[in-house]
């Protein structure tokens, strides 16, 4: 496999966790602090990122570097309240 085919498929699986993450916790199947809904979304934002730094297409670059930023603070959240 080329590896502009692996960034191009880690893009897509970006696309589709960060959709699928909104889906559940819109239709109530994960809360916005569970393990999983920030998971995807941390994932999915980084194949986002990957996919668009490949491309030099800046803006989702940051959008989705910021998303997954953001997923990475609120899953050490989650983790550390497991914890103590």
Do not use: C, H, K
Not at 1 to 14: C, F, P
Not at 21 to 36: D, G, K, Q, R
Not at 64 to 78: E, M, P, Y
């Amino acid at each position: 496999m080329r590896a502009s085919s692996t960034i191009e498929i880690l893009g897509w699986y970006g696309v589709a966790a960060t959709i699928l993450a909104y889906a559940l916790v819109s239709s109530s199947v994960l809360a916005p602090t569970s393990l999983w809904y920030q998971g995807l979304n941390f994932t999915g934002a980084v194949g986002v990122t990957i996919e668009t730094w490949a491309r030099r297409d800046y803006q989702p670059f940051w959008l989705n570097l910021i998303w997954a930023l953001i997923a990475l603070v609120a899953l050490g959240s989650i983790l550390r309240s497991l914890y103590v």
